[in-house]
């Protein structure tokens, strides 16, 4: 019976990593009731997503983590970038334009800022760290961002694998403390309408952390904060890479 069940998990890779995926988030959710959803059922999933991959990786000796178990493959194509973008812009179809408007200004200027900053202080890090390189401290600056830029710009810019992973962990170390904090913060940030929630979305630019966080406090405020995040994260791809490279190389190289 157990090896029928194994031929056939390993033979639908995707539908069993829908499944995996799935009992880990019911589980996350039931953890975070126990917080009175001050820690988001999401940032659980995430810590807990970290660790397999961490365990899957040392079991294997390969470096996709757990989708490198034969039975998980499947989680390597359900997190790769086709179906994750799929998930940023289906955010966009729950806002309404005329809320969105109002940010006005006020978000794309967070949106420019924030990027600049996160870019700035990221950088500077790994210069202090030892990562002088014009590349590495755009890609560690990139990853500061968020953990999507960091990969693209380490990519653009021919930055080495150990580079580019650790942008990648600057981003979700982000990403993380966004998802925990927000709730926290809610109430002295003012997050109680659409457009702060867009204005905010542009301050912290991680999708994912601006989208659980906000969800754990008001799931209203989802859309607005995860549009103008989804636009952080495109403005950064766009801009990290050439307009930031030369500025540090400038200053650096």
């Not at 600057?170 to 867009?198: E, Y």
């Not at 103008?228 to 403005?235: M, W």
């Amino acid at each position: 019976m157990l090896d029928i069940l194994s031929t056939a998990l390993t033979k639908y890779p995707l539908i069993t990593a829908f499944v995996v995926v799935g009992i880990i988030m019911w589980a996350s959710y039931k953890v975070a009731r126990l917080t009175n959803n001050r820690i988001h059922g999401s940032a659980i999933a995430i810590v807990c997503g970290l660790v397999l991959a961490y365990i899957g990786g040392t079991v294997t000796g390969e470096k996709h983590g757990i989708s490198d178990v034969p039975l998980f493959a499947g989680i390597g194509l359900m997190g790769g970038s086709m179906l994750r973008d799929f998930a940023i812009v289906s955010t966009a179809f729950g806002v309404k334009m005329e809320e969105l408007k109002k940010a006005g200004l006020p978000g794309a200027l967070a949106l420019v800022i924030s990027m600049v900053l996160s870019t700035i202080i990221g950088a500077l890090t790994a210069y202090a760290f030892g990562y002088t390189s014009p590349v590495d401290m755009a890609t560690i600056g990139g990853g500061a961002a968020t953990f999507i830029v960091g990969p693209v710009t380490g990519t653009a810019l021919g930055a080495s694998s150990e580079v580019i992973a650790l942008s990648v962990a600057a981003g979700v170390v982000k990403s993380i403390s966004v998802m925990i904090l927000t709730p926290f913060l809610a109430k002295t940030a003012g997050l109680d309408n659409p457009a702060a929630a867009a204005v905010y979305g542009g301050l912290m630019g991680t999708t994912s952390g601006t989208a659980a966080g906000l969800a754990a406090t008001d799931p209203r405020l989802v859309p607005y904060g995860a549009m103008t995040a989804t636009f952080y994260t495109g403005f950064g791809c766009l801009v990290v890479p050439s307009l930031g490279y030369m500025v540090i190389s400038a200053l650096f190289g």
